[in-house]
T-cell receptor
Framework: QKEVEQDPGPLSVPEGAIVSLNCTYSNSAFQYFMWYRQYSRKGPELLMYTYSSGNKEDGRFTAQVDKSSKYISLFIRDSQPSDSATYLCAMTSDTGRRALTFGSGTRLQVQP | GAVVSQHPSRVICKSGTSVKIECRSLDFQATTMFWYRQFPKQSLMLMATSNEGSKATYEQGVEKDKFLINHASLTLSTLTVTSAHPEDSSFYIC??????????FGPGTRLTVL
């Protein structure tokens, strides 16, 4: 079993839809949670950063962390064709090398 | 967010040559940088952790003599692929970590070995 599980998609939605992306994880030591967006042949771009449990909102993006369920989500409101990309969840603890553990990525397609 | 640059963005070389890739944090100091490799339609695979002023820590299965990492300053880490072969062709991405554990990624370097 992978430490971080993420549905690879592809997820296809119409423009304007609300998108829900999710990851589950098994390591209870993870404390820092991130969502990245990666366009084809580009480096990942940090979208959201959350420490421990709770919600965080930034524009059209909302990140949720439920540590009791080991489950994190990213919601995108009013999705746009420009949101079409691969979304990667990532997480780390504050011990050890503190390298990020990534999900496999979900490919999102927003249809105009 | 913070900016990380990577150079070159693309390199094509002959088999047997060595290639150096630079990773720079432009607006913050990073004691720790990471090097990843990514194959098409796959997630990032961590190759090594680069610590300023000390030896890099390599992931299992990554040859440290083939992938030389130097982190000479708080804003620069380099990855040298020595004696590159076609199977080394890939997308190499670096990241730099802030003191809040956020990681900001460079734009990546596409290496093609003929």
């Amino acid at each position: 079993q992978k430490e971080v599980e993420q549905d690879p998609g592809p997820l296809s939605v119409p423009e304007g839809a609300i998108v829900s992306l999710n990851c589950t994880y098994s390591n209870s030591a993870f404390q820092y949670f991130m969502w990245y967006r990666q366009y084809s042949r580009k480096g990942p771009e940090l979208l959201m950063y959350t420490y421990s449990s709770g919600n965080k909102e930034d524009g059209r993006f909302t990140a949720q962390v439920d540590k009791s369920s080991k489950y994190i989500s990213l919601f995108i409101r009013d999705s746009q064709p420009s949101d079409s990309a691969t979304y990667l969840c990532a997480m780390t603890s504050d011990t050890g090398r503190r390298a990020l553990t990534f999900g496999s990525g979900t490919r999102l397609q927003v249809q105009p | 967010g913070a900016v990380v640059s990577q150079h070159p963005s693309r390199v094509i070389c002959k088999s047997g040559t060595s290639v150096k890739i630079e990773c720079r944090s432009l607006d913050f100091q990073a004691t720790t940088m990471f090097w990843y490799r990514q194959f098409p339609k796959q997630s990032l695979m961590l190759m090594a952790t680069s610590n300023e002023g000390s030896k890099a820590t390599y992931e299992q299965g990554v040859e440290k003599d083939k992938f030389l990492i130097n982190h000479a300053s708080l804003t620069l880490s380099t990855l040298t692929v020595t004696s590159a072969h076609p199977e080394d062709s890939s997308f190499y991405i670096c990241s730099a970590r802030t003191n809040r554990y956020e990681q900001f990624f460079g734009p990546g370097t596409r290496l093609t070995v003929l």
